[in-house]
Nanobody
Framework: VQLQASGGGLVQAGDSLRLSCAAS????????MGWFRQAPGKEREFVAH????????NYADSVKGRFTISRDKSKNTVYLQMNSLKPEDTAVYFC????????????WGKGTLVTVSS
């Protein structure tokens, strides 16, 4: 499984940004696809996940109502739409895949940096 994240950049507080994660290497039935982030000096944290088949989603409280995760099966791509960005959203964002919702995330892509200025 290969995961390629893109779409990061420098934005101002209140702006929007959409991250993409192109997935390849197999079919992803039953997989859970997640976004995580790691801010400078902090541990990596969960942001959101979506199940490949049903599209069920879950979010960290810190992004609920502002971020939306989705997947496009035809493009094998997972998106993270980020609205109303805050300086505390500044981090390297990673996409990851797990064989099921209850499994560990074992496939990781390289991160994409999101910087939100105040």
């Amino acid at each position: 499984v290969q995961l390629q994240a893109s779409g990061g950049g420098l934005v101002q507080a209140g702006d929007s940004l959409r991250l993409s994660c192109a997935a390849s290497g197999r079919t992803f039935s039953n997989y859970a696809m997640g976004w995580f982030r790691q801010a400078p000096g902090k541990e990596r944290e969960f942001v959101a996940h979506v199940t490949w088949n049903l599209g069920s989603t879950n979010y960290a409280d810190s992004v609920k109502g502002r971020f939306t995760i989705s997947r496009d099966k035809s493009k094998n791509t997972v998106y993270l739409q980020m609205n109303s960005l805050k300086p505390e959203d500044t981090a390297v964002y990673f996409c990851a895949a797990a064989r099921s919702l209850s499994a560990s995330y074992i496939f990781w892509g390289k991160g994409t940096l999101v910087t939100v200025s105040s």
